[in-house]
């Protein structure tokens, strides 16, 4: 078995099958040589905790713009409001 050790540049990517696996950019290697690892095969912490950040951001942005950037009021809390009006009469 080798001791060899090999830095990670990068995460480029995340999936999650059984367990969460990492698509990894190797220091000094190609991205033809990226290659998936299961996150208890990492000794990386920064980065994963870096890309796990970015990717959190990246998600609450893309449901911001599927809102629009604004949350939308359900339909049921606008007619209490007019119940109260209607009272009035």
Not at 14 to 35: D, T
Request: proline share 2%.
């Amino acid at each position: 078995m080798s001791d060899e050790q090999f830095v990670v540049e990068k995460i480029v990517a995340m999936r999650v099958c059984v367990r969460r696996e990492f698509l990894l950019k190797w220091e000094g290697y190609s991205e033809s040589q990226n290659s998936w690892e299961p996150e208890e095969n990492l000794d990386c912490p920064n980065l994963v905790k870096e890309f796990m950040k970015k990717e959190q951001k990246g998600d609450e942005e893309k449901e911001e713009d599927a809102t629009g950037g604004m949350k939308r009021k359900r339909e049921d809390e606008d007619v209490g409001e007019d119940k109260h009006l209607d009272e009035g009469k």
